[in-house]
Nanobody, 115 residues
Framework: QVHVAQSGGGSVQAGGSLTLSCVASGDTYSRSYIAWFRRTPGKEREGVGT?????RTTYATSVAGRFTISRDIANVYLQMDNLKIEDTAMYYC???????????WGQGTQVTVSS
């Protein structure tokens, strides 16, 4: 079993930065991959990016060059720079044993970007 907990988020003006943190605890294999997703009311959930145990990352086109995913021993971080109004969403961290398989989810954290 894996438990995922998130922290960070909040409100910022366009062009600003925020960092989200994610801690996945439990079975090591089951949390090998970490992904960030976001959801805006009325829209489908969007994948933001992923990171594996080797530190390799993938990013959605919409955030590439502005968002950075990193990890240390205990945490995975989503550094969000040059935020845009359209980045406003509920952000979720998810963990899984392989890319594309996300059975474990965090509680979500709101990010609001204003003009």
């Amino acid at each position: 079993q894996v438990h995922v907990a998130q922290s960070g988020g909040g409100s910022v003006q366009a062009g600003g930065s925020l960092t989200l943190s994610c801690v996945a605890s439990g079975d090591t294999y089951s949390r090998s991959y970490i992904a960030w997703f976001r959801r805006t009311p009325g829209k489908e959930r969007e994948g933001v990016g992923t990171i594996n145990t080797d530190g390799r990352t993938t990013y959605a086109t919409s955030v590439a060059g502005r968002f950075t995913i990193s990890r240390d021993i205990a945490n995975v971080y989503l550094q969000m720079d040059n935020l845009k109004i359209e980045d406003t969403a509920m952000y979720y961290c998810a963990a899984g044993p392989s890319f594309g398989l996300w059975p474990y989810w965090g509680q979500g954290t709101q990010v609001t970007v204003s003009s």
